[in-house]
């Protein structure tokens, strides 16, 4: 019998001949078959979660007649959300259960947690959640007493022997013989999907589109391999890995989101916790610090094509490059030539913040929709009512110190009779001093008092308030586009 290469070697759908049961097959297996137990099945992209579950049921259980459900799809998130508020029998397969929202996936959780403890199939639904690492752990965070009445299983990347046995399982219905397949496994690290597609490529390169008529042996270069395969993916991928780096407001000197996603794609793991990478990669730590609050859920609430391509948790922090083809291409960019095309400058030093703002508590309200302001332009701003809760526990001074020092790529110091007077505005312009001769600071002038350290032809912004215009234009207009001009500059 013949068959094409992509029905042999799959990149889309489920394969049929090249499957191969992950060592925990048969634990999946049992928990799918009680028909009272709900599950939840996680692991990175690209290790097979939905595959799996899918062939258990169509061989194995075809009576049971699941629903299959993607958080991906408006129609399907309607069923699910009023599978979550009205609960009912049936059989559902939820699949990017993360993506949903944190209320729907509370109310799943209770929804689940009755179904458990009551295990009646003809009145409650039997669950199976499907969603990346940790969506377990998730879950019990909702539900804190759900952990001991669901099955949660992870599936892992496949290992070298089931690596074989997937390209063995492809040569058999080509008639081909793979030589050095062995390094197969090196480059893919046992992603099933990224398998299927370099064995694919392989043939492509070799002449073989459909089972060969005599046994035939194929060759390959895995450099040349690596090349071809990123250069199938660059026109899929290229305008969304841009624009996730150009940021929501593109400006020369905004790359945090360009260093973090090249960040991540050193990682072993394409989801990773954003917290533990700044801490483990202090060259960078202050670019991951700059978006992860608010700035990175925003972009990806912006940009539909990012947000397609790139998920992300505030609360847990977890960041995750959902499709492994794109994990791969990113494993192998130029990353140098894509900042390039990005147009990004050269910098040597990481910021956490592009803005610090050093105020008097009598121009709070001045100083607060500088910052509002400025945050809506994609800019990442020290005021410090955000991050009290950062620092709980924390010395205010030692924390002052390093974010007026270094931490801040400019400074911008709102300056009149109280900042002068003030203990804590003292202690701020100290710690800033010093970068005045970097042309880092610059002095927002409310009135004319004279400041050390802080020369009087340091050209600033002189602010005077106009009783016949809303602050927030006045703000807008005398501040905020100047201070933004000065950032393309840095």
Avoid at 87 to 114: C, S, T, Y
Avoid at 166 to 173: A, N, S, V
Avoid at 179 to 191: H, T
Avoid at 194 to 222: G, P, R, W
């Amino acid at each position: 019998m013949t068959f094409p290469v992509e029905e042999i070697y799959r990149t889309e759908g489920v394969p049929e001949y090249t499957f191969v049961r992950p060592p925990n097959f048969n634990e999946l297996l049992v928990d799918l078959r009680n028909p009272g137990k709900p599950m939840v099945v996680e692991g990175q992209s690209g290790t097979g979660k939905t595959t799996t579950v899918r062939k258990i049921i169509e061989r194995l259980l075809p009576a049971r007649n699941f629903a299959y459900l993607s958080a991906r799809k408006a129609a399907d998130v309607a069923k699910i959300i009023q599978l979550a508020q009205q609960g009912g029998p049936g059989a559902f397969v939820i699949d990017d259960f993360h993506r949903l929202a944190n209320d729907i996936q509370e109310q799943l959780g209770n929804i689940v947690k009755i179904a458990a403890e009551e295990n009646d199939p003809a009145t409650h639904p039997k669950v199976v959640l499907i969603g990346i690492n940790r969506v377990g752990s998730e879950l019990i965070h909702f539900v804190p007493d759900v952990a001991k009445r669901i099955g949660i299983h992870r599936i892992q990347p496949s290992d070298e022997a089931g690596t074989l046995q997937l390209i063995e399982r492809g040569e058999e219905k080509l008639h081909i013989e793979i030589e050095g397949k062995q390094e197969i496994f090196g480059e893919s690290r046992g992603d099933y999907w990224v398998t299927q597609l370099l064995c694919q490529m392989i043939c492509l390169l070799e002449d073989v589109t459909e089972s060969a008529n005599e046994k035939k042996t194929v060759h390959f270069d895995v450099s040349v391999i690596r090349e071809r395969v990123r250069d199938r993916l660059h026109h899929t991928y290229n305008e969304a890995v841009t624009e996730f780096c150009r940021g929501k407001r593109f400006r020369s000197s905004n790359d945090p989101y360009f260093k973090l996603l090249r960040e991540v794609s050193r990682q072993e793991s394409s989801i990773v916790d954003l917290q533990m990478l700044a801490n483990s990669a202090p060259e960078v730590k202050g670019s991951i610090n700059n978006v992860k609050e608010k700035r990175l859920s925003v972009l990806l609430d912006s940009k539909p094509i990012c947000g397609r391509y790139f998920y992300y948790n505030s609360d847990t922090k977890n960041f995750a490059i959902e499709d492994p083809a794109l994990f791969y291409y990113l494993k192998h960019l130029d990353w140098e030539a894509l900042r390039q095309e990005c147009g990004f400058k050269h910098t040597d030093k990481d910021y956490e913040f592009d803005f610090s703002l050093s105020f008097a508590g009598e121009n709070r309200e001045l100083t607060k929709q500088i910052s509002s302001q400025l945050e809506v332009m994609d800019c990442s701003v020290f005021f410090d009512e955000l991050f009290e809760n950062n620092y709980l526990g924390k010395a205010w001074t030692k924390t002052f110190e390093d974010i007026f020092r270094q931490r801040s790529r400019l400074v911008v110091c709102v300056l009149d009779k109280a900042h002068r007077e003030k203990i804590w505005p003292t202690f701020e312009r100290e710690c800033f001093s010093p970068r005045v001769a970097d042309e880092a600071v610059i002095p927002i002038y409310l009135d004319d008092t004279a400041f050390p350290g802080i020369s009087q032809d340091i050209v600033g912004i002189k602010f005077t308030r106009d009783p016949d215009k809303p602050l927030e234009d006045q703000v807008t207009d005398d501040i905020v586009f100047r201070l933004l001009a000065r950032l393309d500059d840095v």
